[in-house]
């Protein structure tokens, strides 16, 4: 009987034991703020004036609202091609830099991993210099050289490429890092088993690799979706959303509408909103990118 | 029994401690005041050199200053008051006034003669520091206005004498005039820079008799002629040429292009000069009138500095402000952050630019008095985001001036409701 009550504290009770603290860190930062968010969201509420309730009327006028529908759409289209390219560019940095048989890898490894120890803000504010119509400094050797200037950040389609390439270039180094880890633990057998069979590298990468980094892939892919849609910072910075609404997305409209139209309800309808977009595309991604991951 | 008198002696040493630290309170414990800034130029190095002997005098005060970024100070602020932690003082501008007033402590109860002290300020700045209780809630420091910064060097390359031309151009004469100057001047790519706020904007916007708001400020009223006209001109000068795209649309700074040489003026405010003063040795600049529309226009400005009703030392707080707010200490922080004084007794001998500050002086001068209301309105604070976006709008030809002003008033009278 002792032995009973023994074996139920080290298989149920100790590992609650153990994970309460995050646990409680999770309630407190998270569930509470997410639940007093959600209550916020059917409310009147500016940051000096007392709720009142208002029902559903925030997300009536969310959805009439055009301003948040074209924050909606380009937050899709600025998250689908962030982590697409994130994923791609990162997986092949790390199947480069994986084998060690490149001279000066490690310090290529550190190269590409610098961007990401940066802030955001010092990032958008260095790409500004950069990518600047006026005071760019791509714009002022493409004129040295005789040729016209290029307006990344003033033409709404080249603003939106700009931001997007940026975010990659600051994130892939630490997904790189993650995909490293991945493809180290794939047993070394395989691949000897498959040069043996004489299998290609392109069949190698397609019926060995892949498989077996589908779990890591999901997680890279989660967080990054997870990230791009956060994405604020680097995009302030380096556009403050323009030109016009062209690279205004979700995040930067809820802070306007709370902090700067004083909406505190009406921005948390928008939060909840999102939240529910990023649950939908993570188990979107879980379903599609998680099914049959299990190969050892 | 031993036990009790141990407890006894506890609860003595306890009481006695509370007593001693209340009757210290009173009167000689040190007191921290903590204080928000924000910079244009380098005000918070001169608002310690410049509290520095009252700091002296009472050695019992110590300031705890917080720097923070302009574009952040607002959501701060919000933030600390909402949190009933706001700071004892904080230096606010009108942009800000607005929105925090009626979270401020009013002066009357710390000051013997509020009368006295509201005379000895510019009445355009004490209507901008009065809550809606005609009560004086901030001590006006520096009066601050809209003008036109231009390069004299530039101008004079191209045989233009600024000071003839500039007394009573219109905006379409500077349109000829400034042609010429980008001509003479191969490195010069634009005539002017306006800053990417709708402040800058409704300089303009009043020039062309345009306005926010109706007569009695019930109402958004930003569909008008005279503000359809400024937006149509604002974006033929933007097609044109005359005024860079990438401020506007690509949030590129217009006083980096002003010192790069890159343009010919620069509509901005009058701390400007301080940034200028030190960061231009290329050429030569100055304060010029800007060109009239239907009339001459700027907006008025200012900062202040204010208590909170929830500060934890109003009393030292108030203190330290009416120190920092007297002629003397008012004078010796407006010359050394290059600033307008909004005292009326100040007589401020500045080592260069007076001539600059004048020309601000007189465009305030003919500023019509609606102009201060209007920026002074908490509902139109909640609403100048969504004003900027509308004329960038117009500016890339997504919507007409009809559609963007039409915009503005249904999305700013949800506030008037």
């Given at each position: 009987?002792?032995?009973?009550?023994?074996?139920?504290?080290?298989?149920?009770?100790?590992?609650?034991?153990?994970?309460?603290?995050?646990?409680?860190?999770?309630?407190?930062?998270?569930?509470?703020?997410?639940?007093?968010?959600?209550?916020?969201?059917?409310?009147?509420?500016?940051?000096?004036?007392?709720?009142?309730?208002?029902?559903?009327?925030?997300?009536?006028?969310?959805?009439?609202?055009?301003?948040?529908?074209?924050?909606?759409?380009?937050?899709?289209?600025?998250?689908?091609?962030?982590?697409?390219?994130?994923?791609?560019?990162?997986?092949?940095?790390?199947?480069?830099?994986?084998?060690?048989?490149?001279?000066?890898?490690?310090?290529?490894?550190?190269?590409?991993?610098?961007?990401?120890?940066?802030?955001?803000?010092?990032?958008?504010?260095?790409?500004?210099?950069?990518?600047?119509?006026?005071?760019?400094?791509?714009?002022?050797?493409?004129?040295?050289?005789?040729?016209?200037?290029?307006?990344?950040?003033?033409?709404?389609?080249?603003?939106?490429a700009s931001i997007i390439l940026?975010?990659?270039?600051?994130?892939?180094?630490?997904?790189?890092?993650?995909?490293?880890?991945?493809?180290?633990?794939?047993?070394?057998?395989?691949?000897?088993?498959?040069?043996?069979?004489?299998?290609?590298?392109?069949?190698?990468?397609?019926?060995?690799?892949?498989?077996?980094?589908?779990?890591?892939?999901?997680?890279?892919?989660?967080?990054?979706?997870?990230?791009?849609?956060?994405?604020?910072?680097?995009?302030?910075?380096?556009?403050?959303?323009?030109?016009?609404?062209?690279?205004?997305?979700?995040?930067?409209?809820?802070?306007?509408?709370?902090?700067?139209?004083?909406?505190?309800?009406?921005?948390?309808?928008?939060?909840?909103?999102?939240?529910?977009?990023?649950?939908?595309?993570?188990?979107?991604?879980?379903?599609?990118?998680?099914?049959?991951?299990?190969?050892? | 029994?031993?036990?009790?008198?141990?407890?006894?002696?506890?609860?003595?040493?306890?009481?006695?401690?509370?007593?001693?630290?209340?009757?210290?309170?009173?009167?000689?414990?040190?007191?921290?005041?903590?204080?928000?800034?924000?910079?244009?130029?380098?005000?918070?190095?001169?608002?310690?050199?410049?509290?520095?002997?009252?700091?002296?005098?009472?050695?019992?005060?110590?300031?705890?200053?917080?720097?923070?970024?302009?574009?952040?100070?607002?959501?701060?602020?919000?933030?600390?008051?909402?949190?009933?932690?706001?700071?004892?003082?904080?230096?606010?501008?009108?942009n800000t006034l607005s929105v925090?007033?009626?979270?401020?402590?009013?002066?009357?109860?710390?000051?013997?003669?509020?009368?006295?002290?509201?005379?000895?300020?510019?009445?355009?700045?004490?209507?901008?520091?009065?809550?809606?209780?005609?009560?004086?809630?901030?001590?006006?420091?520096?009066?601050?206005?809209?003008?036109?910064?231009?390069?004299?060097?530039?101008?004079?390359?191209?045989?233009?004498?600024?000071?003839?031309?500039?007394?009573?151009?219109?905006?379409?004469?500077?349109?000829?005039?400034?042609?010429?100057?980008?001509?003479?001047?191969?490195?010069?790519?634009?005539?002017?820079?306006?800053?990417?706020?709708?402040?800058?904007?409704?300089?303009?916007?009043?020039?062309?008799?345009?306005?926010?708001?109706?007569?009695?400020?019930?109402?958004?009223?930003?569909?008008?002629?005279?503000?359809?006209?400024t937006l149509n001109w604002f974006?033929?000068?933007?097609?044109?040429?005359?005024?860079?795209?990438?401020?506007?649309?690509?949030?590129?700074?217009?006083?980096?292009?002003?010192?790069?040489?890159?343009?010919?003026?620069?509509?901005?405010?009058?701390?400007?000069?301080?940034?200028?003063?030190?960061?231009?040795?290329?050429?030569?600049?100055?304060?010029?009138?800007?060109?009239?529309?239907?009339?001459?226009?700027?907006?008025?400005?200012?900062?202040?500095?204010?208590?909170?009703?929830?500060?934890?030392?109003?009393?030292?707080?108030?203190?330290?402000?009416?120190?920092?707010?007297?002629?003397?200490?008012?004078?010796?922080?407006?010359?050394?952050?290059?600033?307008?004084?909004?005292?009326?007794?100040?007589?401020?001998?500045?080592?260069?630019?007076?001539?600059?500050?004048?020309?601000?002086?007189?465009?305030?001068?003919?500023?019509?008095?609606?102009?201060?209301?209007?920026?002074?309105?908490?509902?139109?604070?909640?609403?100048?985001?969504?004003?900027?976006?509308?004329?960038?709008?117009?500016?890339?030809?997504?919507?007409?001036?009809?559609?963007?002003?039409?915009?503005?008033?249904?999305?700013?009278?949800?506030?008037?409701?």
């Amino acid at each position: 009987m002792k032995k009973t009550v023994q074996g139920n504290f080290h298989q149920v009770k100790a590992p609650l034991l153990f994970l309460l603290p995050n646990i409680i860190i999770f309630v407190i930062f998270i569930i509470i703020p997410a639940i007093q968010g959600l209550r916020m969201s059917f409310t009147e509420w500016g940051v000096f004036t007392e709720p009142t309730f208002i029902g559903l009327a925030n997300f009536k006028e969310l959805f009439q609202d055009k301003v948040f529908w074209k924050t909606f759409s380009n937050t899709l289209v600025f998250s689908f091609f962030t982590v697409a390219m994130l994923t791609i560019y990162s997986l092949l940095l790390a199947l480069l830099l994986n084998k060690n048989s490149i001279k000066g890898e490690k310090i290529c490894r550190s190269l590409f991993y610098i961007p990401s120890l940066l802030s955001m803000i010092t990032v958008g504010i260095a790409w500004r210099f950069i990518l600047g119509d006026e005071m760019g400094i791509i714009n002022y050797l493409l004129s040295s050289l005789g040729g016209e200037s290029i307006h990344w950040l003033t033409n709404g389609n080249l603003a939106m490429a700009s931001i997007i390439l940026v975010s990659v270039w600051a994130g892939a180094g630490y997904y790189m890092v993650i995909l490293i880890g991945g493809l180290q633990a794939i047993p070394l057998e395989l691949y000897e088993a498959a040069t043996i069979d004489g299998a290609s590298p392109a069949k190698t990468f397609l019926n060995i690799t892949l498989p077996l980094l589908k779990s890591t892939l999901l997680v890279v892919m989660v967080l990054a979706t997870i990230s791009s849609f956060k994405a604020y910072e680097l995009i302030f910075v380096m556009t403050k959303g323009g030109p016009g609404y062209a690279t205004k997305l979700i995040v930067q409209q809820v802070y306007q509408v709370a902090f700067l139209e004083d909406r505190m309800g009406y921005a948390s309808a928008m939060s909840i909103l999102l939240m529910l977009l990023i649950g939908l595309v993570t188990i979107v991604q879980f379903r599609i990118t998680g099914r049959d991951q299990d190969y050892e | 029994m031993k036990k009790i008198a141990v407890i006894l002696t506890i609860l003595l040493l306890a009481t006695s401690t509370l007593f001693a630290t209340g009757t210290k309170e009173e009167g000689t414990k040190d007191v921290t005041l903590s204080v928000m800034w924000f910079n244009d130029a380098n005000e918070s190095d001169v608002f310690m050199n410049t509290i520095d002997d009252y700091l002296k005098a009472n050695p019992r005060i110590k300031v705890d200053l917080q720097v923070v970024a302009y574009s952040e100070y607002d959501q701060k602020l919000k933030m600390m008051i909402s949190g009933g932690n706001p700071p004892d003082v904080a230096r606010i501008s009108t942009n800000t006034l607005s929105v925090v007033v009626d979270s401020l402590e009013p002066i009357d109860g710390y000051v013997a003669d509020i009368e006295r002290v509201k005379q000895e300020f510019l009445p355009s700045m004490v209507a901008f520091a009065t809550n809606k209780d005609n009560r004086l809630v901030a001590y006006p420091t520096e009066a601050t206005a809209n003008g036109m910064l231009v390069n004299k060097t530039a101008f004079d390359k191209a045989g233009i004498d600024l000071d003839v031309v500039s007394k009573t151009w219109t905006w379409s004469e500077w349109e000829t005039i400034v042609k010429k100057v980008i001509a003479a001047n191969p490195k010069m790519k634009y005539g002017l820079a306006v800053d990417f706020t709708p402040h800058r904007f409704s300089t303009i916007m009043y020039q062309f008799n345009g306005h926010f708001l109706n007569a009695d400020q019930t109402a958004m009223e930003f569909n008008n002629k005279g503000t359809i006209e400024t937006l149509n001109w604002f974006k033929h000068v933007h097609d044109s040429g005359l005024i860079p795209k990438s401020v506007w649309l690509g949030s590129e700074n217009p006083a980096e292009l002003f010192q790069a040489g890159l343009v010919a003026g620069h509509i901005g405010g009058s701390w400007n000069i301080n940034t200028y003063n030190k960061n231009i040795k290329d050429f030569e600049w100055k304060v010029v009138n800007m060109p009239k529309a239907a009339i001459n226009s700027s907006v008025p400005g200012g900062k202040f500095v204010a208590s909170f009703k929830g500060s934890a030392n109003k009393v030292e707080a108030q203190k330290l402000m009416a120190a920092f707010s007297d002629n003397a200490h008012n004078e010796a922080y407006c010359l050394d952050t290059f600033n307008l004084s909004s005292r009326v007794d100040a007589t401020i001998s500045y080592p260069s630019n007076s001539k600059d500050f004048e020309v601000f002086l007189s465009e305030l001068k003919v500023t019509p008095a609606y102009t201060a209301n209007e920026w002074k309105n908490t509902n139109l604070s909640k609403v100048t985001t969504y004003i900027k976006e509308q004329i960038v709008e117009v500016l890339l030809g997504n919507i007409t001036a009809q559609q963007a002003v039409a915009n503005v008033d249904t999305k700013g009278n949800t506030y008037f409701k």
